[in-house]
């Protein structure tokens, strides 16, 4: 019903910069709430940060200040700038969207998940 695609994850030096993208697309009437979660090894998910549709943020503590999410309501993309990486910020990074849905009904769809590593 709802397509995730997401980009922009590899490998960068601790203290670089990266930018996931993620788009979604399908049977969508207005996106709710957008965010990231990560998964480190041996970790449980968790939550990156979070942007609603008045345009709200959330961050987890450990990326408040370097992290920042944005949306494109018009290309129903959400984005996350990370800057000042640490290889604590290794992890597989997924995009979540809350959408209501053309046919009526509300869903929460997954992306496949981006890996970021941050070498030291």
């Known amino acids: 019903q709802v397509q995730l695609v997401e980009s922009g994850g590899g490998l960068v030096q601790s203290g670089g910069s990266l930018r996931l993208s993620c788009a979604a697309s399908?049977?969508?009437?207005?996106?709710?709430?957008m965010g990231w979660y990560r998964r480190a090894p041996g970790k449980q998910r968790e939550l990156v940060a979070s942007?609603?549709?008045?345009?709200?943020?959330n961050y987890a503590d450990s990326v408040k200040g370097r992290f920042v999410i944005s949306r494109d309501n018009a290309k129903n993309t959400v984005y996350l700038q990370m800057n000042s990486l640490k290889p604590e910020d290794t992890a597989v990074y997924y995009c979540?969207?809350?959408?209501?849905?053309?046919?009526?009904?509300?869903?929460?769809?997954w992306g496949q998940g981006t890996q970021v590593t941050v070498s030291s």
């Open positions: 942007i609603a549709s008045d345009g709200n943020t």
């Open positions: 399908g049977s969508i009437f207005l996106i709710n709430a």
């Open positions: 979540n969207v809350l959408s209501q849905l053309s046919q009526g009904g509300l869903g929460t769809y």
